[in-house]
T-cell receptor, first 113, second 111 residues
Framework: DAGVTQSPTHLIKTRGQQVTLRCSPK?????VSWYQQALGQGPQFIFQ???????QRGNFPDRFSGHQFPNYSSELNVNALLLGDSALYLC????????????FGPGTRLTVL | GQNIDQPTEMTATEGAIVQINCTYQ??????LFWYQQHAGEAPTFLSY??LDGLEEKGRFSSFLSRSKGYSYLLLKELQMKDSASYLC????????????WGAGTKLIIKP
């Protein structure tokens, strides 16, 4: 049973560039949430996708956008990168109607120089 | 505003018991989660409380008091592999999907 997978593992970008991160949910899951985790902090909710639509959004600017595909996989796009966007980006999957447990992927470590 | 407080760091001895506290102030309450996160890795689910009381799962137990906005995670028979950060997260009432996270408590286990 495949768990949540994310790619790439690490990424280095420069200010002003754009980045796309990818996530495949755990088998059987249909909901994907994205989080940003700065060093030494808890995760911050970016948004959640269900049925290919953004269902809820946290307090992040429009530079952060996403997409969910028919196979439930998801992408996180960040435009006009800032130094402060450097963080671990976590994807979590769950099953709609079973909100109790989210399964996290290994994360993508983004460094903006 | 919404706020979750946990101690930044705790130290305990192998074989002992440790209690990690979490207090929260959120716009309503719809469940509290505890996650374990080893350095450089993703958080892994430990427990979920929605009603008052104690939930026991092996060496780990989690307690909730909704009237006090308070929870704790109790780890028994500590092992070196329990060295990790422990994150408390709350689902507010006005959100079915979003979790509000604490900054985590770094637990250091000494021999």
């Amino acid at each position: 049973d495949a768990g949540v997978t994310q790619s790439p593992t690490h990424l280095i970008k420069t200010r002003g560039q754009q980045v796309t991160l990818r996530c495949s949910p755990k088998s059987g899951h249909d909901t994907v949430s994205w989080y940003q985790q700065a060093l030494g902090q808890g995760p911050q909710f970016i948004f959640q996708y269900y049925e290919e639509e953004e269902r809820q959004r946290g307090n992040f600017p429009d530079r952060f956008s996403g997409h969910q595909f028919p196979n439930y996989s998801s992408e996180l796009n960040v435009n006009a990168l800032l130094l402060g966007d450097s963080a671990l980006y976590l994807c979590a999957s769950s099953l709609a109607g079973q909100r109790d447990t989210q399964y996290f992927g290994p994360g993508t470590r983004l460094t903006v120089l | 505003g919404q706020n979750i407080d946990q101690p930044t760091e705790m130290t305990a001895t192998e074989g002992a018991i440790v209690q990690i506290n979490c207090t929260y102030q959120t716009s309503g309450f719809n469940g509290l989660f505890w996650y374990q996160q080893h350095a450089g890795e993703a958080p892994t689910f430990l427990s979920y409380n929605v009603l008052d009381g104690l939930e026991e799962k092996g060496r780990f137990s989690s307690f909730l008091s909704r009237s006090k906005g308070y929870s704790y995670l109790l780890l028994k028979e500590l092992q070196m592999k329990d060295s990790a950060s422990y994150l408390c997260a709350v689902r507010p009432m006005d959100s079915n999907y979003q979790l509000i996270w604490g900054a985590g408590t770094k637990l250091i286990i000494k021999p």
